[in-house]
């Protein structure tokens, strides 16, 4: 009987291990399909981008093909995915450009955006310590000294964001004005411009001390903006009474993307995210994840 009893346990053990050696391979066949899904997605992506870059003329705009959503039935599954355009945002990055004249002007639209959104201006004195290359610290700003004293301790990063979330370690940041701030702003390349015809209301703000939000938000037209060109732009600023915008890093067109889609498979569903590059007819992605973009 005992014999009998070992038997029966070392079959159930057997079976057992079976099972779970089969759902392993289960689960790792369907996130192999699922993020061969997500690249056939980027495919797509990449294609639309492609047909605006020999069809847009230089401007980009929420109308364009990109911009259109994209919803695919799947064998066991489905997709959805949308494309938005990361130039209609504030660049952190900017503060860092080596063109002197852009990272001074996207200093002081930063603490136009600042105040638009209740902010303390002052932030932006640390977050440009923070992406700025050098050790000098602004008036109301923070280098080394100061974060090697927080708790976790850490220096200033005194390079370009890769990603709008290091927000959270600059100092006087809480989270009220991380949520504010990271919703607005965006971490790119120091030289890509703001697309006024795809830039938000706050942004638009952040351009002028006089575009006030009755202004900003003509100059939007409900997300359907479509300047041909900064001059038609800038005379449509000047038509609303506003004086218009100075310095560089303005522009119509766009080269940074964002795709982020949701993948659904055998009763499994991610998100996946994807940055676009596309500069001189040439389309990549820069990087790449899972879950969600922000």
Known sequence: MLLTALAALLAVAILDSQAVALERTRSLSR????????????GIARVALGRDSAQGAGVDHNADIWRQPLLLELPHGRVAARMRDLNGCFNLNALASPDSALA???????????????????????????????????????EDLR??????????????????????????????????????????????????NTASESVLQALGDNIDPVRASALAAEGN???????????????????????????VASDQFLLESEIEYDGITVAYWSRFGRRDGVIGVSARGRGRFR
Not at 116 to 126: E, K, R
Not at 155 to 182: F, Q, T
Not at 232 to 251: C, D, I, M, S, Y
């Open 104 to 142: 001074v002007e996207s200093h002081a639209r930063l603490q136009r955006l600042l105040r638009v959104l209740q902010l303390d201006p002052g932030l932006a004195d640390a977050i440009a310590d923070y992406v700025d290359a050098d050790r000098n610290q602004r008036d109301r700003g923070a």
């Open 225 to 251: 903006a479509h300047h041909a060109g900064l001059e038609e732009f800038f005379a449509e600023v000047e038509r609303l009474g506003a004086a218009r915008p100075v310095g560089p890093g303005l522009g």
């Open 31 to 42: 996130g192999a399909q699922l993020d061969e899904y997500a690249r056939g997605v980027e």
């Open 147 to 196: 974060y090697l004293g927080g708790r976790p301790a850490h220096r200033s990063a005194d390079r370009p964001m890769a990603h709008v979330s290091e927000l959270r370690w600059i100092a006087g940041m809480d989270a009220n004005a991380y949520a504010k701030l990271s919703a607005e702003t965006c971490a790119l390349p120091p030289d890509a411009p703001i697309n006024v």
